[in-house]
């Protein structure tokens, strides 16, 4: 499948690429690592008059230690530095484990923090060829008005499918976002609405810069595990990232959270109120198992059915639990 045609801008600030988001707003496309634009671009998902490449914005990347208030992570940053970064691979570990699950290690080498977390939702009806979703009658998220998942619904439940999101959330995370009047920070928590076809709070003028992990969430035991089809290049079709802090042999503080099977990344309801203060075992493990398939809502949205991908969330989310209690 081919590109459409398109003209190709560079930014070497974060304000030159604002200006040029606000410029062409509506009719450009940021281009970071390229690793799910491209495909979507071939796909005609999205035809952009103009692709803004902001790899050359230095200021936007890297990881930077803030003493005493937790690090900074750049949006350009690469996958592959998080997973391998010793920092945080020491104090904030479930981020590494997400990023590290992330498709291939070449996929890693060129995709980026920012990227992915703003990578678009994902559906069966919807990820296609032109001709297959023409043949289909396209759906809400793109040129008709039909939901295949939920026929006769008004709600586009294309599912998001990014790992290191949820890692994030179970991090208390905040991201600044740059726009025409100026950077404002908010919790990852309230970047994204819940929609699977407007998914993110993110204005057509504004680009994604910066995520901080605070100080506060440091030094949690971190573990991720994720479901896919095969071991590599997939998206998850589920996933659980566990954050835990033990003290005395019980359970100081913990955060739950599960993506790919519901529009947005979540949190899961009553997992910290059960865990804190508790021993952690099996029987307690498997009850947050549960709590977190009852907040996973997988629809037909991809090859896998949603009986097993929500079964399987509450089998990785009762390991997880295990793991990070044991590490």
């Not at 995709?111 to 939702?121: A, E, S, V, Y």
């Not at 025409?180 to 699977?196: E, K, N, Q």
């Not at 099996?282 to 037909?300: C, M, Q, S, V, Y």
Request: hydrophobic share 40%; glycine share 8%; charged share 20%.
């Amino acid at each position: 499948m081919s590109l459409p045609q398109f003209q190709l801008l560079f930014a070497q600030t974060t304000q030159e690429a604002v200006e040029l988001l606000t410029k062409y707003a509506g009719k450009i496309r940021v281009l970071a690592g390229g690793t799910d634009l491209i495909p979507s671009m071939q796909q005609k998902l999205f035809e952009p008059d103009y692709v803004l490449d902001i790899r050359r914005i230095a200021e936007i990347g890297g990881i930077r230690e803030l003493p005493g208030s937790g690090v900074e992570i750049g949006a350009l940053t690469t996958l592959t530095m998080i997973e391998h970064s010793e920092v945080l691979r020491r104090r904030y570990p479930v981020l590494t484990e997400a990023a590290a699950t992330v498709a291939s290690p070449l996929l890693r080498n060129m995709g980026t923090m920012g990227g992915n977390i703003c990578l678009d939702t994902r559906c069966l009806w919807y990820n296609q060829s032109l001709t297959w979703r023409q043949a289909c009658g396209f759906c809400i998220k793109k040129d008709g008005d039909l939901c295949h998942v939920a026929p006769g619904g008004t709600k586009c439940w294309a599912a998001f499918s990014a790992d290191t999101p949820a890692a994030l959330l179970c991090l208390n995370a905040e991201l600044e976002i740059v726009g025409p009047s100026g950077a404002r920070r908010v919790p990852i928590s309230d970047f994204y609405t819940g929609l699977g076809d407007n998914y993110r709070r993110l204005q057509a003028n504004e680009l994604l810069t910066r995520v901080f992990l605070p100080e506060a969430s440091a030094d949690y035991r971190g573990v991720y595990r994720k479901l896919r089809i095969r071991g590599s290049i997939d998206y998850p079709l589920a996933g659980v990232a566990v954050a835990v802090k033990r003290s005395n042999g019980r359970c100081a503080d913990a955060r739950v959270a599960i993506t790919a099977v519901n529009p947005a990344p979540v949190m899961v309801k009553g997992a910290r109120e059960a865990l804190v203060g508790e021993v952690i075992d099996e029987a307690l493990a498997e009850r947050i198992g549960d709590l977190a398939a009852k907040t996973a809502k997988p629809l037909t949205t991809s090859a896998l059915t949603p009986e097993y991908r929500r079964e399987m969330i509450r089998v990785f989310t009762k390991r997880s639990v295990l793991a990070a209690a044991q590490s």
